[in-house]
């Protein structure tokens, strides 16, 4: 069964902290790794990421993709308020399952003035 | 674009009420995907149809969830009957095939007492 694992599952630092997430993942004809954001809503996206040792990157927020370890990470700089949300990653299935998103439970990250 | 439109944005039911559960996928979009939000299970794939034929219903939790695609600009996700253990928040989302990018509604908060 396909499984998207992310830690820590909650967070809590002050503004302008850096912050790294981290999501490992088994999925069975794995096509890529989606990170998205969710606040009070529905998550809304960030990144897609295909290859391995790309940096995909906007604004303060930078993500990297190993798909020989089988994990990605979500990098946050100089936090702010308003980057507290829950942040899910997922793993984009081929084969039978194309298109299906395997999602991880979540980071929940906090920031405090 | 209008993005992904769920309606109702909130329901409040009794625990034996059908419940129907509305999503227009964004236009263009050939697949869409309906999900689960909760505290405890995280957002969970319920159903997912590619070109309005549905692929993949293996996370449906049991026969008094039903869903349909009549059309490419309408889906519908029924619950009968309603029991308390459903309530969550329900997400329509649809994909891109360009970008392979799936967007979510707004969700639809569900409450059965």
């Known amino acids: 069964e396909d499984k998207v694992v992310q830690s820590p599952l909650s967070l809590v630092v002050h503004e302008g902290d850096t912050v790294t997430l981290n999501c490992s993942y088994e999925?069975?004809?794995?096509?890529?790794l989606l990170w998205y954001k969710q606040e009070k809503k529905a998550p809304t996206f960030l990144f897609m990421l295909t290859s391995s040792g790309i940096e995909k990157k906007s604004g303060r927020l930078s993500s990297i993709l190993d798909k020989k370890e089988l994990f990605s990470i979500l990098n946050i700089t100089a936090t702010q308020t308003g980057d507290s949300a829950i942040y899910l990653c997922?793993?984009?299935?081929?084969?039978?399952?194309?298109?299906?998103?395997?999602f991880g439970q979540g980071t929940i990250l906090t920031v405090h003035p | 674009d209008a993005g992904v439109i769920q309606s109702p944005r909130h329901e409040v039911t009794e625990m034996g009420q059908e419940v129907t559960l509305r999503c227009k996928p964004i236009?263009?979009?050939?697949?869409l995907f309906w999900y689960r939000q909760t505290m405890m299970r995280g957002l969970e794939l319920l159903i997912y149809?590619?070109?309005?034929?549905?692929?993949?219903d293996s996370g449906m939790p049991e026969d008094r969830f039903s869903a349909k695609m009549p059309n490419a600009s309408f889906s519908t996700l029924k619950i009968q009957p309603s029991e308390p253990r459903d309530s969550a928040v329900y997400f329509c989302?649809?994909?891109?095939?360009?970008?392979?990018?799936?967007?979510f509604g707004p969700g639809t908060r569900l409450t059965v007492l």
């Open positions: 989302a649809s994909r891109d095939s360009f970008t392979d990018t799936q967007y």
């Open positions: 236009s263009g979009h050939n697949s």
């Open positions: 149809f590619n070109n309005n034929v549905p692929i993949d």
């Open positions: 997922a793993a984009n299935a081929g084969g039978t399952s194309y298109g299906k998103l395997t």
């Open positions: 999925v069975t004809n794995f096509r890529s």
